[in-house]
C-alpha cells in the first residue's frame, strides 16, 4: 500500500471541482484516508513548493495556490503515487492525454486544477506538511 497527496487547488475549488477530483480518485479504487479544507498563507505555499524555488514560475504560482481554498487529501491504494499523477494528466492540459484531469478540467499550465506527489519521499514531505498522524485514518 502506498501514500500520496493530492490537493485540489484554488481553481479547482473555486469551479466547483472538489467532488469531481475525490470522484475520479474513488473510482480508479483509490481511498481517500485524509482530507480537509485550507487556505495557504503565500509563506506556507512557498514551502511547500520550495523544490521550485529557483524556477521563473514560482512567484507566480505560490500567489495562485494562496489565492483561496484548497483541499488537500491523502490518498492510499496499490501504486497511489503513479494512480494519482495518471488521472492528473501532463502539467500542461494541453499536452495532457484526454480523460484526465487536467485536459478535461484545466484552464492553463499554471491554473491546473490538481496537485499530486511525484515520489515516495515527496509523499512523504507533502503528507506531513498538510497532515498530522491524527488526521490520517486508516479504514
Ligand atoms: N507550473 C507553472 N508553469 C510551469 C510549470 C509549472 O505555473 O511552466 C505550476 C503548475 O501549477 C504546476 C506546478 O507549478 O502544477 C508545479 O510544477 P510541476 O513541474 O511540479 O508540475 P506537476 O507535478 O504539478 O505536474
Ligand atoms: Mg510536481
Given at each position: 500500500m502506498e501514500r500520496t497527496l493530492s490537493i485540489v487547488k484554488p481553481?479547482?475549488?473555486?469551479?466547483?471541482?472538489?467532488?469531481?477530483?475525490?470522484?475520479?480518485?474513488?473510482?480508479?479504487?483509490l481511498k481517500v484516508i485524509g482530507l480537509k479544507m485550507s487556505?495557504?498563507?503565500k509563506k506556507e505555499a512557498e514551502g511547500f513548493y520550495a523544490v521550485h524555488r529557483e524556477r521563473p514560475f514560482f512567484q507566480s504560482l505560490t500567489?495562485?495556490?494562496s489565492s483561496g481554498p484548497v483541499v488537500?487529501?491523502?490518498?492510499?491504494?496499490?501504486?497511489?503515487?503513479?494512480?494519482?499523477?495518471?488521472?492528473?494528466g501532463a502539467t500542461n492540459p494541453k499536452?495532457?492525454?484526454?480523460?484526465?484531469i487536467r485536459r478535461d478540467l484545466a484552464a492553463s499550465i499554471e491554473e491546473n486544477v490538481v496537485h499530486g506527489s511525484?515520489?515516495?519521499?515527496?509523499?512523504?514531505?507533502?503528507?506531513?506538511?498538510?497532515?498530522?498522524?491524527?488526521?490520517?485514518?486508516?479504514?
Open positions: 481553481d479547482g475549488v473555486k469551479k466547483g471541482l472538489t467532488g469531481e477530483v475525490i470522484g475520479r480518485f474513488e473510482r480508479a479504487g487556505c495557504l498563507t500567489s495562485f495556490m488537500p487529501m491523502v490518498i492510499e491504494g496499490d501504486g497511489a503515487i503513479k494512480k494519482v499523477r495518471d488521472i492528473m499536452d495532457a492525454a484526454p480523460g484526465t511525484d515520489g515516495p519521499d515527496t509523499a512523504r514531505f507533502e503528507i506531513g506538511y498538510f497532515f498530522n498522524s491524527l488526521e490520517i485514518k486508516e479504514r
